[in-house]
């Protein structure tokens, strides 16, 4: 009698399943994160060493990290020297995101801001396309090998912006 009642309950579940699925292109990205190039605003110079359609590396992917040389404090000094900041009082956070490919050159360059509440929101143009020239212009990204051979991977620096001023350079 309970194996009857079991399948009594069990039936309208096993009806509700759908045989047939449909397999459809995706218009999403292979592995989430990833950076298209696009012809519009990416250096058509810059070559990545895999093919697009191959999943890219973090810069957390293998024991090393980070990788610039002289670290991070080489990219806080360079900021020091440029003196970038806002006319504007503004507080939030800045974000480039970019690939470093096998020869340590960087490219394909996106940017995100946000205020301090994380409310995505353009804090200050002049100020965020003085950001992305900086990031840009750093040239000091150590290639990475990954189970042994050279890979491009992701990189991001976050720039917190207090009072119109760069206050701390993620991660």
């Not at 519009?40 to 957390?60: A, L, M, T, V």
């Not at 990788?67 to 080489?74: C, D, P």
């Not at 690939?99 to 801001?113: L, S, Y």
């Amino acid at each position: 009698m309970k194996n009857y009642m079991f399948l009594l309950f069990l039936m309208p579940l096993l009806s509700n399943c759908q045989a047939d699925i449909k397999v459809t292109a995706s218009k999403y990205p292979a592995q989430v994160g990833d950076i298209n190039f696009d012809k519009k605003i990416d250096d058509p110079d810059f070559k990545r060493c895999i093919p697009e359609n191959k999943h890219g590396y973090q810069y957390y992917n293998d024991s090393k990290g980070f990788q610039y040389k002289g670290e991070k404090l080489a990219i806080i000094r360079n900021l020091e020297k440029e003196n970038i900041q806002s006319s504007k009082d503004i507080n939030g956070y800045v974000t480039i995101r970019f690939v470093v490919n096998c020869e340590g050159k960087a490219g394909i360059f996106r940017m995100k801001q946000m205020d301090e509440n994380y409310i995505e929101k353009e804090l200050d143009k002049s100020l965020s396309n003085q950001l992305l020239d900086f990031t840009k212009k750093l040239n000091g990204w150590i290639p990475k090998e990954i189970d042994g051979q050279k890979a491009d991977y992701y990189q991001y620096l976050t720039f917190k912006i207090e009072h119109g001023k760069v206050s701390e350079i993620l991660p």
